[in-house]
């Protein structure tokens, strides 16, 4: 007589669970659906990841990025600041899917540039010295499969609710700009956003400007993050977004949401000054990072993202007195 067994799979870092099934035995196995990769054997190619050689340091990056929420595509600069470690470097490679690439310029002479499905590769006219600092910049476009995500009323979504997220978890930063992106890698970072009248942007760190640009009418919106962190904690939110805001001692605290869906930021967001207040008398250590935004998006493709100062939410967290 044969016998059930149910493998249930979960998601890992906040992901929202699925389940699969299969007939054998009656026991119940618990799975992660991230575990493919530890759980497999010792032996296999899909247990042997290995980060990337790290030639060069990474000491900043700054993108400059422009969305066109009808075509669902973005364009602007990359700019990396970085310095080779223990020996020259001639060669430097950027991760970079199916993006078009329009210039590529730097501060030391360039012999040649080639771009790849997944890779811009640099090739200098001398190699650079070990610890001599460079920067690189890359002017392209892109209409991203992974990384960022738009919600538009052609998409079936709410009209006045158009707005974009990104998740860069682990290595999908690389469809909507060229990076280093792994998370061996830490820098600054600086993310400068231009949006038509009425929409906002929120990213990592302090809240540098927010003008309008003369020539263009554009809302030119830039945020700086003067702490490192890994490239795929980099998070750009952007479109017509409401929010509430708080403080925590010195630590600004914000909560975000498409506009219909604002009246149940209150409820979602009232805990969130206690839970950092018993965080810090818990471990001891004060809140390190210059706000704590929370923002909720349609249809996250996670159950949520802990980018440095910003998260990101599911809009499935929101909830009413009733609920």
């Known amino acids: 007589m044969n016998r059930m067994s149910r493998t249930l799979v979960l998601g890992c870092c906040l992901c929202l669970p699925g389940a699969t099934a299969s007939a054998e035995t009656d026991e119940t196995t618990i799975e992660c659906a991230k575990s493919a990769t530890f759980l497999a054997p010792i032996d296999s190619p ?96 892109a209409e991203p499969a992974k990384g960022l995500y738009f919600r538009t009323p052609e998409m079936g979504y709410k009209e006045g609710d158009t707005h974009l997220f990104t998740q860069g978890e682990e290595i999908e930063a690389r469809h909507w700009y060229p990076c280093f992106d792994s998370p061996n890698e830490k820098f600054t970072s600086e993310v400068t956003c231009r949006l038509p ?78 839970i950092m207040a018993f965080f810090e008398q818990e471990i001891g250590v004060a809140y390190p990072w210059a706000k704590y935004y929370q923002v909720c998006v349609n249809d996250f493709v996670e159950g949520g993202m802990e980018n440095t100062s910003c998260t990101t939410l599911t809009d499935f967290t929101l909830f009413t007195d009733a609920s």
């Open 46 to 141: 899909e247990h042997r990841k290995y980060a990337p050689d790290r030639e060069v340091q990474v000491l900043h990056l700054a993108l400059d990025i422009s969305p066109n929420f009808k075509r669902r595509t973005v364009s602007g600069t990359a700019t990396v600041q970085f310095r080779p470690t223990a020996k020259p470097v001639q060669d430097v490679q950027l991760d970079a899917v199916d993006l078009n690439v329009h210039s590529v310029t730097a501060t030391e002479k360039i012999h040649a540039y080639q771009v790849t499905a997944d890779k811009v590769i640099v090739t200098f006219a001398e190699p650079i010295a070990s610890g001599k600092e460079t920067s690189l910049t890359i002017t392209y476009d």
């Open 197 to 274: 009248d009425g929409m906002t942007a929120v990213s990592n760190g302090r809240l540098v400007s927010e003008e309008r640009e003369s020539a263009s009418g554009l809302m030119v919106i830039h945020w700086s993050q003067d702490q490192p962190h890994a490239n795929y904690l980099i998070s750009l939110v952007a479109g017509y977004l409401k929010r509430i805001e708080d403080k925590h001692n010195n630590v600004p605290l914000a909560f975000y949401t498409p506009p219909s869906e604002i009246n149940e930021a209150t409820n979602s967001f009232r805990d969130t000054k206690d």
